[in-house]
């Protein structure tokens, strides 16, 4: 077996590019539940206006 | 398939069987991709280790143009045939596209430096590619200056259909311009991939992984879409009452 955790030349890059990603993934999984929430709440609160 | 989705209750149906679907294949694929891509593939004869971030850069090369594509074909959709759904798809994909246009940059840019010596060139396929990237950021700030939803729809629509032209130049400007640093196509080949099979394996499961991470998330963009606007329209009920 052959990897990135043995001892090699330039695996900052590597793991800076995995990191990276794994920050941007992250991020839009964050920015799509916050803004499914936000939306949740809008509209309950609607509904609930209309119902009254 | 619009036609059929564009009933609310169907998409609804099929959003959330979908959604379940996209995102345990996506978990299963990249644990799998990242299994063989750091662990278990060896390191390429040229360029060491550094061959590692091919599998994290081309996945996200990929979606940032497939989901160009599919916007514009949802926003053509829309246009033409006035389907909100396809509108609500078509946003939906905006903000994914432009995260996956973004680590294609950013990862090519770190693969670049032990690679060519530089973080940026202005070679063809880098240029195309910030293209491709500023276009779903232009699409998203355009929707976003315009108040009126239905000009701000059409507008976009309008705009990611003349932003398609851009396509061909990502995918051929390695074939188009000669001096380029970026290499050329090494798996959509006439004849073959041109990868060994230990590195093939990796790269074709974080792509799969990836689409299917993709597809996940804007599925479940749509479905808070829908619910937005629908909040949006009882607002708006609800203040002409008033």
């Given amino acids: 077996m052959s990897g990135v955790i043995e001892p090699g030349a330039y695996m900052e890059f590597v793991w800076s590019a995995y990191g990276l990603t794994a920050l941007g993934v992250a991020g839009l999984f964050i920015f799509i539940l916050a803004e499914r929430a936000g939306a949740k709440k809008k509209l309950a609160r609607e509904e609930d206006e209309a119902g009254q | 398939m619009f036609s059929y989705l564009a009933n609310p209750k169907r998409f609804e149906a099929f959003a959330r069987i979908a959604i379940p679907v996209c995102g345990g294949l996506a978990l299963i694929l990249i644990a799998a991709g990242l299994w063989y891509g750091l662990f278990n593939s060896p390191p390429d004869r040229f360029q ?28 053509f959709i829309f246009f033409i045939w006035r389907h909100n759904l396809a509108d609500v798809a078509a946003v939906s994909m905006a903000p994914v596209g432009a995260v996956f246009a973004a680590l294609c940059l950013v990862s090519g840019s770190i693969w670049g430096k032990p690679t060519w010596g530089t973080w940026w060139v202005w070679d063809a396929r880098l240029t195309s590619m910030l293209i491709q990237f500023l276009l779903f950021l232009g699409y998203m700030a355009l929707r976003a200056a315009i108040e009126d939803d239905k000009l701000a729809a059409r507008s976009g629509a309008i705009l990611a259909m003349v932003g398609l032209i851009n396509l061909p130049v990502v995918r051929f400007s390695v074939e188009w311009w000669d001096g380029m640093l970026h290499q050329g196509a090494t798996v959509f080949r006439m004849d073959g991939p041109s990868i060994h099979g230990s590195q093939l394996l990796p790269l074709l499961l974080m792509a799969a992984g990836f689409t299917f991470m993709a597809g996940w998330m804007v599925l479940y963009r749509m479905r808070t879409a829908i619910m937005a606007r629908k909040a949006a329209n009882l607002q708006k009920l609800r203040e002409a009452k008033a």
Avoid at chain 2, 51 to 71: E, Q, S, T
Wanted: aromatic letters at 14%; hydrophobic letters at 65%.
């Fill in chain 2, 48 to 75: 060491g280790d550094t061959i590692r971030i091919m599998y994290v850069h081309v996945p996200a090369a990929w979606l940032g143009l497939a989901i160009y594509f599919a916007l514009a074909i949802a926003s």
